[in-house]
């Protein structure tokens, strides 16, 4: 039996887990977060797995081979910060980044100390790019 992925996306209620998140200030960023993401993409929000906010989906092919399914651009409010799922990697974001106050980078994931710190013009086109990338594509 082929390795089942851990993160897919549940049928929970994403309402009820935002209003779990703590500390206060995480959960007030994951409100704005599905909203401006719901907004940007058109998607409702999912959850997937127990704690990452996803919009759409997509397939994506490992070099490996191996298939899975993910969405196309999401977040996860974390005790420290909250962590912002994207697509295609960060050169196609450099514009961008030094607009979003104080950040890192990992693969995949844009740590966001201060959501509000950032600008929403900035985050909102971030949003758009991640959700148009294709695996495929440019």
């Known amino acids: 039996m082929a390795d089942q992925p851990k993160t897919v996306p549940t049928e ?10 703590e500390p206060a200030k995480r959960r007030e ?24 906010i996803g919009f759409g989906s997509q397939n994506m092919t490992y070099d ?11 977040f996860a409010p974390r005790k420290a910060q909250t962590v912002v799922y994207v697509n295609g990697g960060f050169d196609r974001y450099d514009d961008l980044l030094p607009q ?24 909102r086109e971030l949003v758009r790019r991640s959700y148009a990338w294709e695996p495929d594509g440019p």
């Open 29 to 52: 960023e994951a409100r704005m977060l599905v909203d401006l993401m719901a907004e940007e993409t058109g998607e409702p929000p999912v959850l997937w797995g127990p704690t990452m």
């Open 100 to 123: 979003l106050g104080k950040h890192s980078t990992g693969q995949s994931c844009l740590y966001l100390k201060d959501v509000a710190a950032a600008d929403d013009g900035a985050l």
């Open 64 to 74: 490996s081979g191996r298939n899975v399914t993910f969405f196309r651009v999401g």
């Open 12 to 21: 929970a209620d994403v309402a009820a887990f935002v209003d779990a998140v």
